[in-house]
């Protein structure tokens, strides 16, 4: 049922035309004032304006009009969550506007069109103010978000305290990170660094945080000098345990101080050719405080660094995998065992008693992600999210998807499963096959270095390909080491900005071809990699060649496999990754003899 | 042996410092005035300049130095070309900059560059003077080439004539196609489109010539507008029948006359919004004589409709393929004979039997591209051609390596065979079967509409890759129909600008991974390719599903395939390549019993 928004659209306009606004439209992205792909509720601004729940929409509210823009992963919610207050804008279909040329075509010449500063990149800024001279308009950066001020029981921004994040896991200290920061800043030349992205700063100081569900993150900037260290996080967050970590080495201020301290600095370097460094994430309300002459926007050299995890972090993946895989077969063998006693079970009980498995796993914190727990048709929605009362019944007939991952303080995992606990149909087993063909084929590449995950993407096609099918969505992302299960810079993927950066030993990626038949069933096959040297006879040009290891060791449903389309190698790839299996998460689980009998059966070689 | 330059370069420099040019420096590129790959003898300046044969290399010769950059294929090639006059530039290893980085950063501030307006393209001369600006140095356009004042036995151009190419193997009259440019121009609102890449000139008007060694094309320019086609080629080349082909609809001028009409067309434009259409391969000639406001570069529309191959040129493709795949099954079974007789041949013998057996075959015209005919060590010289007196005998011990095609009537060809006549190594077996298994991976491959060849390149090296090798070279090019043995706008291949251009239905392209040792062994494996529709059990995304149709019809050479290596499906496709060409290839070559035996052999399943 949609929200009736009559009211918050009467307010919000009000606040508009007074005054302290005269805007005659008001821009109300997704995204928080540090470009987080998930956010906390407090800036579920557009969700609360519009009704509207889906991780990617845009909202422009005119004072006679009120547009949400979204892509076609949420045509269907959103027509169902949007009041008649709202036009759904399909993005994608012909005829349909994008927001930006919405403002340009859409609405009056010479409008005034207001967005909160924090909420927009100074690059998009910049774009959007360029189209809008072409019709006499004018982008208005406000000083306070409208909606705010209209949103009268908007949850108070999280207070939890933020947690040190040990040197055993992070395998550097936040001391010598800093120090590399400073290298680069000396090697650019530069002033210093801004860094507002909350994945960046949790992994610079090596501190955690809870401010986003799923994401350990907590609400900060920071700005690194020659000289200074300043982390701009409020204080009721920092407890006397974090300021002995961070040491002297690093001042701490409230969180806006920054736009102070930016400004000061600005003022500062306007005389000299010294530039703070930004990239293309930062806020324009960044960019203005510090004044745009003084800023030098770059590929962030943190987020690069971080894509890189070090030898502690790698065993900190491989560990919290470990566990991680002992808690998916604690459950999918529970799940089945279930099932097949005909227990009715509905999506939302499994992702639950999986969240209790994985709980009970050392050193875990909390889930990666919502849990993707899928039956059926369900399964073919990419982003599923069941609920309680509105999800289906897990259906032993049909397909059962579950793509999850938890966070423990030594890694962050990401996974997928696709089974079926009775007989499939030859339809059903060629689409995964050829799924898995793929899932291998991205598992056991040789490259050299120098390459990109985006020529690596046809390899997790080419065997769907042949079908004549394929997928919708990427190969695999970067995953964080506990901190975000998506993170860049590097992925694979049809996306050209993934032919930017090379692939690179250290980093993680996830291998997660699919294969999805609307109202039918979705199939995926997900497992965490780790890019590593590879061991070739030769190395040809001296390029050093690199390949895979996957840290996921959780068995893949044998009875979907169509053996007839596998190559001997192929085979023997499925074989050898599940002895390894049997052998590093058959002792975890031994106090558990479904378990067990469900890991040994389900990694018998074929 | 390197050629002496030292007279000609002194020649050079001193008209170079003399009153007619006054410039510090002189660009020598290989290309003609129509930026042709092949070029004729009297446009061959960059060689007679230098010494070296290779068909890339860029000169430069200042008051003081003479540099020669090429890329990794011709290194060796050119460092025993050139004489101690020359620097070698090595394009691609660290430290060394490109032409274009030396001009800047090697050539003193302030410098005069002259250039022949007529050999560089209108937007690499725009790059050049802007990166030029930055040291206050100049691009001079010369108007008459110095090289050729200097080159005082210069051949003559050619004045040979210009044939027909009926429509029963072109599949469309040149009224047709001239028809189909004038619906571009009205759909880009211009005035006409100015023609000059040879190919484009020789497709458009169904017409052929000889003024290129091996390349089907004659020296001319032609424009287009809604009322008028015109082309400019000397009239000694037009025969009546010529005349009569091109009809009414046709206006001949002289080759040059085109500068004079293109100002005058300039002259008439700038007082209107509608402009001459030129592409990126147009020289900075053609853009100074209409002015630079006159021009619109796009994407060549000519190039696009030449490269998707009709019903009636895919049907000759198929029909010379054949032809030549005879040819090929008689030279190599008669090579295979001699050599195990023991008959002494070198590599130049090898060449010259096989062009004889070309030439025997129906609606030949001649070879599409010097034959690279090469035993051990030289076939590890990409582009190697083999001189009488200079080259080897063919080692009966020794790889042997024969890329060649030939120039029919009804279409153009292009394979390379590599086959050991006694018994390879294992080593030798071991990298010719990863060459295979990257051959079959695109050969087999199967795509959706929109996928580029820069996609499908790592389908070639993934099985190289696995052993830590790789080809430094593309893995395919178009292939024209009776033209051009390389054309585009298509390749497959790890440039970017592969990324440009869909593979597309109709397309030809070849198929040539191979791997190479320096001093020791050279392989590749080339068929030429046709792009159709696959036949998928599937259509998912509606997009429609490609594959390719391979024409060339020549074994592959048994003895150097490591079985082991290879899957069912890999042998599965060995076999029904081979009973294909033994079905197809072996009623043409039933009066030469050696071919009969032979190719009864290299054909048996494995």
């Not at 005389?271 to 806020?283: D, F, G, H």
Request: glycine share 8%; charged share 25%; aromatic share 10%.
């Amino acid at each position: 049922m949609p929200v009736p928004t009559g009211d918050r659209l009467s307010a919000l306009r009000a606040l508009m035309s007074s005054d302290e606004y005269k805007i005659d439209a008001f821009l109300i992205p997704s995204e928080d004032a540090h470009q987080s792909e998930y956010i906390a509720d407090c800036d579920k601004r557009r969700y609360w304006i519009s009704g509207f729940t889906g991780s990617a929409g845009y909202a422009i509210v005119s004072s006679k009009e009120a547009a949400l823009f979204t892509d076609g992963r949420y045509f269907l919610q959103a027509s169902e969550q949007l009041d008649n207050n709202w036009t759904l804008m399909k993005q994608g279909l012909p005829n349909v506007p994008t927001w930006q040329e919405y403002l340009v075509k859409n609405l009056p010449n010479e409008s005034r069109i207001g967005v909160d500063p924090t909420l927009i990149t100074a690059a998009d800024a910049h774009l959007l103010s360029e189209s809008l001279k072409t019709v006499n308009s004018t982008l208005v950066p406000v000083h306070a978000n409208p909606v705010d001020k209209v949103w009268s029981d908007r949850p108070g921004a999280p207070q939890d305290v933020v947690i040190t994040h040990p040197v055993k896991f992070s395998g550097k200290s936040h001391v010598d990170k800093l120090n590399d920061v400073r290298k680069y800043i000396q090697s650019k030349d530069a002033y210093g660094v801004v860094v507002s992205a909350l994945d960046e700063i949790a992994w610079l100081f090596n501190l955690r945080g809870s401010d986003v569900e799923c994401n350990p993150v907590f609400y900060s900037y920071a700005i690194i000098t020659e000289s200074e260290a300043i982390l701009y996080v409020e204080a009721a967050k920092i407890t006397d345990g974090v300021r002995q970590h961070l040491g002297d080495s690093v001042t701490l201020k409230p969180y806006n101080a920054i736009f102070d301290d930016l400004k000061q600095f600005g003022e500062k370097l306007t005389a000299t050719e010294k530039k703070l460094i930004t990239n293309p994430r930062t806020s324009l309300a960044i960019e203005v405080a510090a004044g745009q002459t003084n800023i030098k926007e770059e590929r962030s050299y943190i987020t690069d660094a971080k894509g890189i995890k070090n030898e502690a972090e790698l065993k900190g993946m491989r560990d919290c995998h470990m566990r991680d895989a002992a808690a998916l077969v604690h459950y999918f063998a529970w799940l089945e065992k279930q099932l097949k006693a005909g227990v009715a079970l509905d999506e939302v009980d499994g992702a639950d008693r999986l969240e209790k498995f994985r709980a009970e796993q050392g050193d875990y914190v909390g889930l990666s992600f919502d849990t993707i727990s899928s039956t059926g048709a369900n399964g073919a929605i990419i982003h599923y999210k069941p609920e309680k009362g509105a999800c289906k019944t897990i259906d032993i007939k049909q397909i059962y998807l579950c793509d999850s991952g938890g966070q423990y303080k030594d890694g962050t995992t990401d996974v997928t499963r696709t089974y079926h606990f009775d007989q499939p149909t030859d339809y059903e087993k060629r689409c995964f096959t050829r799924v898995l063909q793929g899932h291998i084929a991205v598992d056991a590449a040789v490259f050299p270095q120098g390459t990109t995950g985006y020529l690596l993407d046809p390899f997790a096609r080419h065997a769907l390909w042949k079908d004549g099918l394929d997928f919708r969505h990427g190969t695999g992302h970067g995953v964080g080491s506990f901190l975000n299960v998506h993170e860049g810079p590097h992925g694979i993927g049809v996306r050209i900005a993934y032919n930017d950066t090379p692939l690179a030993a250290g980093m993680t990626v996830t291998d997660e071809p699919g294969y999805y038949e609307d109202g039918k069933f979705g199939i995926r096959i997900e497992n965490t990699l780790i890019v590593r040297q590879a061991q070739t006879p030769h190395n040809f040009g001296d390029r050093g060649y690199l390949g895979f290891e996957h840290v996921t060791l959780v068995p893949i449903g044998l009875n979907l496999i169509d053996l007839d389309l596998l190559s001997p190698d192929e085979k023997k790839w499925v074989n050898d990754y599940h002895a390894e299996i049997l052998q590093k998460i058959g002792p975890l689980v031994e106090n558990d003899p479904d378990a067990v009998a469900w890991l040994k059966r389900e990694t018998t070689p074929i």
